[in-house]
């Protein structure tokens, strides 16, 4: 059974950067494709980024393209969110997630694993 664990969250300014990291406890999860969500308190999860299992492709929202990037090295069974440009309204919890298929996917049902998350707060 896979697991997730975010880290590199915390208490930023608006334009700052921060770069969120997921540490993957199966090597299986190297054929998987990977995304990042956020809950931003009172609203629903939503999505974020994802990328295929071989980074060949990866997909953003409309909100984060242009500042975000997403990454992974297989090497290392990591996956990695760098945030640029951070906006206040980036403010939530982020989510790591391994897809059911092995291209990018936005639909969170088609995500199997979860991590816990990591808090990024955004201050003006």
């Known amino acids: 059974q896979a697991q997730l664990v975010e880290s590199g969250g915390g208490l930023v300014q608006a334009g700052s950067s921060l770069r969120l990291s997921c540490a993957a406890s199966?090597?299986?999860?190297?054929?998987?494709?990977m995304g990042w969500f956020r809950q931003a308190p009172g609203k629903e999860r939503e999505f974020v980024a994802t990328i295929s299992w071989n980074g060949g492709s990866t997909d953003y929202a409309d909100s984060v393209k242009g500042r975000f990037t997403i990454s992974r090295d297989n090497a290392r069974n990591m996956v990695y969110l760098q945030m640029n440009y951070l906006k206040p309204e980036d403010t939530a919890v982020y989510y790591c997630?391994?897809?059911?298929?092995?291209?990018?996917?936005?639909?969170?049902?088609?995500?199997?694993?979860w991590g816990q998350g990591t808090q990024v707060a955004v201050s003006s």
């Open positions: 199966e090597r299986t999860s190297v054929t998987y494709a």
């Open positions: 997630a391994r897809a059911l298929t092995y291209s990018t996917v936005r639909e969170a049902a088609r995500y199997d694993y």
